[in-house]
């Protein structure tokens, strides 16, 4: 068993999409940037999906500003 | 403890980004659309972060198209 496939206990992780807005990320520890940093983590966090954060990778509602519109899922 | 609460075993569970791509969700089995309903899911998937994929919430490599730059994280 590799590290990476080291079975850990954790509480339940999720990701909900909200509608026209962002991925709502519940218990999900790791999140690495795009040059393989760490970032540190919440419980609960919003995670842009409309592309258009200015906080990127969190949510800032900007989605709203541009009219974001997901017409699947 | 509430069932939300429930901890569970578990591969950890990560969110890799990619810059100026998707974000690589692994290990998180729970992922819901915007109705509440349970969306099928991989160990490991690309989740647009452009907000232009037409195969929502999955990356279809519209970035690239559309030149999608994350100028952060």
Known sequence: ???AE???SHKKPS?????N???IVKNVDN???SQ???IPAQPVMALCRCGGSNNKPF???THNAINFE???T
Not at 15 to 19: D, M, T
């Open 36 to 38: 393989g940093v760490p």
């Open 59 to 61: 949510c800032d509602s």
């Open 70 to 72: 997901d017409d699947k």
């Open 21 to 23: 807005g962002p991925y």
């Open 15 to 19: 990701i909900e999409i909200i509608k």
């Open 1 to 3: 068993m590799t590290h």
């Open 6 to 8: 080291k079975t850990v």
């Open 31 to 33: 999140l690495i940037n």
